[in-house]
């Protein structure tokens, strides 16, 4: 065992946690935040993801013992009262059907968002559909979760 | 996964000291191939000590044209290195197009250097970039340290902190993606120095990456696509997969040999 302490959503958590925990189980099962899910569990669809001190990170591909000291935002973290402006262009864009890639899809659009906010780049549909290479959707066809990235950036920028 | 015990070094030596007392450790980088692996259960290491936040082994220094950078370093920081860019723009293009980009905020050019896998991108250009690998214990030329699919010079406990090498006059990387992993089926990076040119070709090798030297001596006679269109590239010792045979692929590494002269 472990100990392990980091700040998730804001708050400081501390726990014992076996050596092999990936850090998706410890968030889930002893966090019982389940908002972040777990897809393919090989890291290819992107539904675990999560940030790790600011970065978007596939949370089955990292064992919780290695965000030791880290601040990780989940999900559950984004709104504030409020949904967040890309939850809110998810769900007026349709960018959703069944739900379950949702929550990896925003994680990582605010993620991208705020790289190239940050470098100064366009986020262009071409630059959104790249970014989603790590994203897998199987109910929309993509088409409404691009329009949602790109309304969510737009409604982020002018936050 | 099968259960483990955890260590997390904060530098190198520590990290070879720490593995030294293990049973079958195995240093643990961004984990973007191990730990899957060992979800499948094709590795199973008793020990596993973190070298991810071990502060001597991240980060990128360039003086004048010599590059080196921290075997820690991730994809995205390679990728995303404005002076990095600036001397050597074709390792950073490679950079940014490993995987996705959560995969290259944890993955990292050590940790893809030390598995060499046959399909990885950073041989490729580590070879045709006449790379230095540096150990705990010494230096290896990307020539020597290459040794076979999945395979390489290190010994057990040697741990990569750093790779270094001269930006070149010219260098360009071009890969087909595999159109479902985006792994390389074929890549082709080469590049043009004061000693010559250099080629060297990923995800085709039966042996993993290898240079092309009738390649090389064509674009020593003339830099150009031409050249090595013009190359005979057998088929012997290429990988046959559900993928692509090995008259495919010998094709592949050359169109995309052309490609990466042409945008070099």
Redesign the interface.
């Given at each position: 065992m472990?100990e392990i302490s980091m700040v998730v959503n804001g708050k400081s958590v501390k726990a014992d946690v076996?050596?092999?925990t990936?850090l998706v189980d410890y968030i889930r099962e002893s966090l019982r935040l389940t908002g972040t899910h777990v897809g393919c569990?090989?890291?290819q669809c992107?539904a675990c993801?999560v940030h790790?001190d600011g970065?978007?990170?596939?949370s089955c591909?990292?064992?919780a013992?290695?965000a030791?000291g880290s601040d990780v935002t989940t999900i559950e973290g984004l709104a504030n009262g409020d949904l967040h402006p890309m939850q809110a262009a998810f769900k007026e864009n349709h960018g959703l059907q069944c739900g379950f890639c949702t929550p990896g899809m925003i994680m990582?659009a605010t993620?991208?968002v705020a790289?190239y906010n940050a470098?100064g780049k366009e986020l262009t549909e071409e630059a959104i559909r790249d970014?989603l290479?790590?994203?897998i959707c199987r109910c929309t066809g993509y088409h409404n979760i691009v329009k949602a990235i790109a309304d969510g950036a737009s409604k982020m920028t002018n936050a | 996964?099968?259960?483990?015990?955890?260590h997390?070094a904060s530098n190198a030596s520590e990290a070879a000291s720490m593995i030294s007392g293990t049973e079958d450790g195995k240093f643990?980088a961004g984990?973007?191939t191990l730990?899957?692996t060992m979800?499948?259960k094709l590795a199973a290491p008793s020990d596993?000590v973190?070298v991810?936040g071990a502060s001597d082994m991240i980060g990128i220094s360039i003086s004048g044209n010599t590059v080196s950078i921290g075997a820690m370093t991730t994809h995205?920081d390679v990728a995303?290195n404005p002076e990095l860019n600036a001397v050597c723009p074709s390792i950073c293009a490679l950079a940014g197009n490993i995987?996705?980009?959560?995969?290259r905020?944890?993955g990292t050019i050590g940790g893809s250097v030390a598995n060499n896998d046959p399909a990885a991108d950073y041989p490729a250009a580590l070879l045709a970039l006449g790379a230095t690998i540096t150990t705990n214990n010494r230096d290896i030329s990307a020539d020597d340290f290459f040794v076979g699919m999945f395979e390489t010079a290190l010994e057990d406990g040697e741990i990569i902190t750093k790779v270094s090498f001269d930006a070149p006059e010219k260098g360009a990387y071009a890969k087909f993606p595999n159109p479902a992993s985006?792994y390389a089926m074929v890549g082709v990076f080469a590049a043009k120095s004061s000693g010559g040119a250099r080629v060297a070709v990923t995800g085709a090798g039966s042996d993993g990456v290898f240079r092309q030297s009738d390649m090389e001596a064509a674009l020593d006679g003339s830099w150009s696509p031409d050249s090595v269109s013009d190359v005979s590239v057998s088929a012997d010792n290429l990988l046959s997969d559900i993928h692509g045979d090995a008259a495919y692929r010998a094709n592949l590494v050359k169109v995309m040999a052309a490609r990466a002269v042409a945008n070099a």
């Open positions: 472990t076996a050596d092999n990936l569990d090989t890291s992107g993801v790790v970065k978007a990170v596939k591909t990292m064992l013992a290695s030791q990582s993620d991208m790289r470098s970014e290479e790590g994203n | 996964m099968s259960e483990l015990k955890y997390k643990l984990g973007q730990l899957p979800k499948a596993l973190d991810s995205a995303g995987g996705d980009p959560a995969v905020h944890r985006r």
